[in-house]
């Protein structure tokens, strides 16, 4: 046999195992309320080749290209135990047994692993929470296909309904606009599943989630309860109202807490997910998501800090247009935003150096910022220039960067990449807050600079519903545990 036909005959066996791996993956998804990960990638929903990309990818920031074949026995393993709602990590799994000098087998040392899901321990499903969205744009958008996306199990956050402007006397034809908008991005591609639209009752059916349309211009136009929704977390993605007086607007019979997709005034708490969103008071009605780049930066800056302490640092931020600009050059409140986005680069403010404060109040640093709009669509790229409290090395610092993204508790919010020639299209897409670009980084004595991709759109939206499942209470722990 030759190199060639023995590669592909590999390559069909691992096809095998990945074709395998898809049931088991999904019963326990939908009837466990189990979300199998790969170093922090979910592989529910993952095709064939999905699913082997994924464990590819882990060569990028484990070094070593991880197979299926490595993984599989830990899969066969958690069939075998009486596993509570959980996040189960196989690539961890894989690597820590990997570690392991007990003699334990695989499946011994995998009973051990997530005995915090199992019997006594485990969690129990819990009651599915009514989630609303009031706004239906670009976050809008993205946020209900992360909703829908993770409604499989038929616990957890359920979405409810939708509230867009308009009244009863709106256009003929508006909802099935709204539900094109859903079905197809020009950015972020088809959505996965199937969409239904009902005018007669306003109603958006979505991979079997029923969503109720509801018409206002104002929150005090709304009856919640006129439409079965109780207890529900408002997720605010237009931005109008920031401060706890405008916001509390929501707050109305079946709305228990309102979250804001935007950076919160005065004391409306600003929560970056994997940071400070262990801060959150129960009795809490009101917090902010803070700003897409305020999740990119604060996370790689706690890690930073916690390993070398930053006494200054500025960030500059590349960032893609926005709704907020003119197509072509009109009247803007702001200087420069009424100029063409997608003619020209225009330099603007940014308040994400600011709002450090609130999600790091622990970090004594002065933190300035500045932006670039530039003439793409989605993605962006902040740069971060640290000044450290001690010298250190540029392999040193991307060999604390690469174990913060695959081991510690900001492994969702911080990724990492190698690849020589990324650019920012190969970010599209991205779940994680930001990801290290390990070739751009510079590091000289005390000076350290990063460059931090993101995704400005979905991966913030990511972050968003995070935290809305941490105060619904059904944000999972996650095994083996991530190492502090």
């Not at 392991?100 to 485990?122: K, M, Q």
């Not at 510690?408 to 190698?418: C, E, V």
């Not at 004595?445 to 939206?461: H, K, Q, R, T, V």
């Amino acid at each position: 046999m030759t190199v060639k036909d023995d590669s592909f005959t590999q390559w069909m066996h691992r096809e095998e195992i990945a074709e395998s791996m898809i049931p088991i993956i999904g019963k326990l998804h939908r009837e466990r309320d189990v979300t199998v990960l790969l170093h922090s990638r979910s592989l529910v929903n993952k095709s064939v080749v999905g699913i082997l990309k994924t464990h590819r990818f882990a060569r990028q920031i484990a070094g070593e290209e991880l197979s299926v074949t490595e993984t599989w026995p830990f899969l066969q393993a958690l069939t075998t135990l009486d596993l509570g709602p959980s996040q189960i990590d196989l690539g961890m799994l894989a690597a820590t047994y990997a570690a392991d000098d007990r003699g334990l087998s695989v499946a011994e040392f995998t009973a051990g692993a997530v005995a915090g899901a199992t019997g006594a321990n485990r969690i129990e499903r819990r009651e599915p929470r009514d989630v609303v969205l009031y706004g239906f744009g670009r976050i809008g958008r993205l946020v209900a296909r992360l909703l829908i996306e993770k409604a499989g199990s038929g616990n957890g956050l359920r979405l409810r309904a939708v509230v867009v402007r308009g009244n009863a006397d709106r256009a003929a034809g508006d909802l099935v606009k709204r539900a094109s908008l859903l079905r197809r991005d020009s950015i972020h591609g088809q959505f996965r599943g199937t969409i239904t639209v009902d005018e007669a009752n306003s109603t958006i059916t979505a991979n079997g989630n029923e969503i109720k349309v509801i018409y206002a211009n104002d929150p005090s136009e709304v009856d919640y309860t006129e439409h079965g929704v109780k207890n529900a977390i408002l997720i605010d993605n237009t931005g109008k109202w920031r401060d706890r007086a405008g916001l509390s607007q929501h707050l109305r019979p079946g709305i228990d807490k309102v979250v804001l997709t935007a950076p919160g005034k005065g004391d409306v708490p600003n929560i970056v997910h994997g940071v400070n969103h262990d801060t959150i008071k129960p009795d809490e009605r009101i917090l902010s998501c803070a700003s897409c780049t305020t999740n990119a930066i604060v996370p790689p800056l706690k890690a930073m800090d916690d390993e070398y302490g930053v006494l200054r640092g500025h960030v500059e931020t590349v960032h893609s247009f926005t709704n907020d600009q003119n197509l072509l050059d009109n009247y803007h409140k702001s200087e420069r935003r009424g100029r063409s986005a997608p003619l020209n680069m225009v330099i603007t403010e940014t308040g994400a150096a600011s709002a450090v404060a609130k999600a790091l109040p622990g970090l004594r640093a002065r933190i300035t910022g500045s932006s670039i709009r530039v003439p793409v669509p989605d993605v962006s790229i902040a740069i971060l220039n640290l000044t450290l409290a001690r010298e250190t090395t540029r392999q040193e610092v991307l060999d604390h960067l690469r174990e913060v993204s695959l081991t510690s508790p900001l492994k969702r919010q911080i990724d990492f990449i190698s690849a020589p020639d990324a650019v920012s299209s190969d970010f599209i897409g991205s779940r994680h807050a930001s990801i290290v670009d390990a070739g751009a980084l510079k590091v000289e004595d005390d000076n350290a600079i990063l460059y931090l991709w993101y995704d400005n759109e979905f991966g913030y939206s990511c972050q968003v519903v995070r935290v809305v499942q941490h105060v619904s209470g059904v944000e999972y722990p996650t095994y083996p545990a991530p190492v502090d």
